[in-house]
């Protein structure tokens, strides 16, 4: 029989998805074969003037703020279902950077998704491969960001590594990710990207996320 921490939700999310729509951060599954190739949540595309995100509690895509400067996202944007910044994230930036006053951000881990197509709208899901990520901090939070490229994807489909990306591509995620949180009048920056690592550090995150997800979900349920 298995314990009660091994994918404490999916007996739950596949019952309630017979009536209901999944909530996408705790109704869908990351993907069997996680971290080697995830599902992501999109919550927003290229296109978008405003920065829209997940409603937590209803699961609902919501406008998290108008943009007030011009920012063009380079990539498709949004989260890995079913994964959490919790103590195994926050304590891995903590390590590397010898900082013990960072923690996780307590979201679900963001992704952005190279693709050559042009998705018009957000609030789906896609198929992904992880291929690096922005060890990001945000005050004293860990906020990474995973970068991955769309499954078959026909000019991003077949790198393995972020440092196959080319320099510009990866100067725009960095340069997007530095700005989007500006609000005018506001001079101090806030976030920093103190590196970029790898496709197998990238994947050890993601793993950690997940765990960090099933603890989190059971202190909901059983503390």
Not at 4 to 9: F, V
Not at 44 to 72: A, C, F, N, W
Not at 104 to 130: F, M, Q, W
Not at 170 to 188: G, N
Request: proline share 5%.
């Amino acid at each position: 029989m298995a314990s009660k921490s091994t994918r404490p939700l999916d007996p739950i999310g596949k019952l309630l998805g017979l009536r209901h729509k999944a909530h996408p951060w705790h109704g869908v599954n990351i993907g069997d074969q996680a971290p080697e190739e995830v599902t992501c949540y999109i919550e927003m595309v290229t296109t978008d003037t405003v920065k829209y995100e997940v409603d937590k509690e209803t699961g609902y895509l919501i406008i998290d703020r108008p943009q007030k400067y011009s920012s063009i996202l380079p990539a498709l944007y949004g989260f890995l279902p079913q994964t959490y910044c919790g103590e195994r994230v926050g304590k891995t930036s903590a390590d590397i950077l010898k900082r013990q006053d960072i923690v996780g951000d307590g979201d679900p881990l963001d992704i952005c998704v190279l693709t050559e197509k042009n998705v018009a709208s957000g609030d789906i899901l896609v198929k992904a491969i992880p291929i690096g990520g922005f060890r990001m901090i945000d005050g004293n939070q860990a906020d990474d960001k995973i970068v991955a490229v769309l499954k078959n994807d026909a000019v991003y489909g077949n790198y393995r590594d972020i440092s196959e990306v080319p320099d510009a591509v990866v100067d725009r995620l960095k340069h997007y990710f530095l700005t989007y949180k500006d609000m005018p009048d506001i001079a101090l920056q806030r976030c920093e990207i103190t590196h970029i690592y790898n496709a197998q550090e990238a994947k050890d995150l993601i793993k950690k996320a997940m765990k960090d997800y099933k603890d989190f979900i059971e202190k909901l349920l059983f503390d």
